[in-house]
């Protein structure tokens, strides 16, 4: 590096050398949070709500969603239809998982990250896919609420008995 306040005339004087890292980084993107939902009058609209962070090198980024993984081909439509939003709606019709994958590009780097989207059919058969699952014990029934239904199922069986030897159990 040239130290301009140096006479040329001097003796030679040396000057601190000066680098600069420009090292472009890939966007950082986070497609948002996994999903479980169900399907309300036969489709589900889906908001996502993702974040990128990039460097500003070479230039601005640019987004675009792609459906990686459907239960049946069409069953997941992106809004708005360009896909070049970061944050999407997706209506979903199809029972199943669906992947969808966001990429920022910087024109140099790639970024991305994916979201998993979980449809059931209603709110009770998405809670039971969830790994903490506890069922009501008085939930003879399966359908996630202890009501008339289940007493009657109680009712219907009370007494009863299905043991080798029932004798004296009132059967």
């Given at each position: ?149 289940d007493l009657a199922i109680l009712q219907e069986d ?14």
């Open positions: 590096m040239y130290d301009s306040s140096v006479n040329d005339t001097d003796p030679i004087v040396l000057s601190p050398v000066f680098t600069f890292d420009t090292k472009n980084i890939a966007p950082i993107v986070d497609a948002g949070e996994d999903v479980l939902t169900w399907l309300t009058d036969g489709k589900v609209d889906v908001q996502l709500n993702s974040t990128i962070s990039d460097d500003g090198t070479p230039g601005p980024y640019t987004v675009s969603w792609t459906v990686q993984n459907e239960p049946a081909a069409g069953s997941a439509t992106l809004f708005p239809l360009s896909a070049d939003q970061e944050d999407i709606t997706v209506t979903l019709t199809e029972l199943g998982q669906y992947v969808l994958r966001l990429e920022a590009n910087d024109g140099e780097l790639i970024g991305g990250d994916t979201v998993v989207i979980n449809l059931y059919s209603d709110s009770c058969e998405a809670v039971k896919s969830m790994p903490d699952y506890e069922p009501f014990p008085g939930d003879l029934n399966g359908d996630c609420i202890v009501n008339d239904l009370w007494l009863k008995c299905n043991a080798l030897n029932c004798s004296g159990l009132g059967n």
